[in-house]
């Protein structure tokens, strides 16, 4: 399993998940809460400010550059599940990430 390092230190909120080969992990660094997902070597990560109310951030990788905010976890998951090729369905999501977006 693959997960680039973010450019700061997971605290110590982790969790993992996994369903259909798919992996996700969230973590929080001092300033984002991160939800990365990989499949077949191929990575997409939804981010959100630590205090958890501002836009979603997509990227195709925990690191990347964003690609598009949206305001609803269920639009950001559908746009990392595009990115990885499955179903936003397939996506496994950790119970400390469910309450990510607005």
């Known amino acids: 399993m693959f997960f680039p390092c973010p450019a700061e230190s997971p605290t110590m909120t982790e ?6 080969g798919v ?23 939804v ?10 951030k997509v990227r195709p990788s925990a690191d990347g550059d964003e690609l598009e905010r949206y305001y609803g976890f269920d639009m950001a998951l559908d746009h990392a599940a595009e ?17 990510m977006g607005m």
């Open 47 to 56: 981010a959100q400010n630590v205090e958890g109310y501002a836009m979603l």
């Open 15 to 20: 969790e993992t998940a996994e369903a259909d």
């Open 83 to 99: 990115l990885l090729g499955v179903r936003p369905n397939d996506l496994p999501v950790p119970d400390a990430a469910a309450d």
């Open 23 to 45: 992996t996700a992990r969230y973590y929080e660094t001092d300033t984002e809460r991160v939800l990365a997902f990989e499949r077949d070597g191929q990575t997409a990560a």
